[in-house]
Each structure stands twice: as structure tokens, then as C-alpha cells.
């Protein structure tokens, strides 16, 4: 039994190392995310009306994703080792599929 509740306060004490560690890298990202949009908003402002009708949609868009991000980054409750991997992976992904669309907006603009 001692043994058991030594192996459960490692695990724990490794899910908060990682946990602190994944959450620092994604709120990294996110607001890299977040300072690239508030540049091409201000971009956005001072161009043509035809550069501005292609794009700030876009970007509006995306910047609902980035606030869904962080609210969901926020709100997170560990739930076990497989709900946690799962949810690394997904979120991983999301915040990568928001910075590369950031991205491609700012190498598409014309």
C-alpha cells in the first residue's frame, strides 16, 4: 500500500512537472499567435478596401480561435493519463493549425 501511494504521488508530481511545462510552451504560442494578428490588424487598418475585404474576416476568425485556445487552456482538468495525452496531442494541433494560417495570411498579403 505505501509503495502504491508513493507510485500515485510520482505520478502526480510528474503530471504537474509536465503539465507546467506544456502549458507554458502552448501560452508561448498562443500569444506569438495573438501579437501576429494584433500586427496584421493594424496592417489591415491603414490598407486598401480591397486588401481589407480579403483579409479581415480572416483574421477575425482566427482570432476567435486563438481566445477559444486560451480559454480552453485555462479551463483544463486533468482527468487521467490517456484524457491528458489525448488532450496534448488535439491542442497541440490546434495552436499549430491557428500560427500556420496566421502565417500563410501574412505570405499570401498582396
Same mark, same amino acid.
Given at each position: 500500500?505505501?509503495?502504491?501511494? %508513493? #507510485?500515485?504521488?510520482?505520478? %502526480?508530481? %510528474? /503530471? #504537474? ?8 510552451? !502552448?501560452?508561448?504560442? &498562443?500569444? $506569438?499567435?495573438?501579437?501576429? &494578428? ?5 496592417? &489591415?487598418?491603414? $490598407? ?7 483579409? #479581415? ?6 482570432? @476567435?480561435?486563438? *481566445?477559444?485556445?486560451?480559454? @480552453? *487552456? ?10 491528458? #495525452? ?6 497541440? /494541433?490546434?495552436?499549430?493549425? !491557428?500560427?500556420? $494560417? &496566421?502565417?500563410? *495570411?501574412?505570405?499570401? @498579403?498582396?
Amino acid at each position: 500500500v505505501t509503495q502504491a501511494k %508513493q #507510485e500515485l504521488k510520482d505520478a %502526480q508530481a %510528474q /503530471y #504537474e512537472s509536465e503539465w507546467k511545462q506544456f502549458r507554458s510552451d !502552448v501560452e508561448l504560442k &498562443i500569444n $506569438a499567435n495573438e501579437k501576429r &494578428i494584433d500586427e496584421f490588424k493594424a496592417e &489591415i487598418k491603414t $490598407a486598401s478596401a480591397k486588401f481589407k475585404a480579403k483579409y #479581415e474576416k480572416e483574421v477575425i476568425v482566427l482570432e @476567435k480561435k486563438n *481566445i477559444e485556445l486560451k480559454k @480552453k *487552456i485555462s479551463e483544463y482538468k486533468y482527468e487521467g493519463q490517456d484524457k491528458w #495525452e489525448e488532450f496534448k496531442k488535439a491542442f497541440n /494541433y490546434d495552436v499549430d493549425v !491557428v500560427g500556420k $494560417a &496566421i502565417k500563410d *495570411i501574412f505570405t499570401k @498579403k498582396d
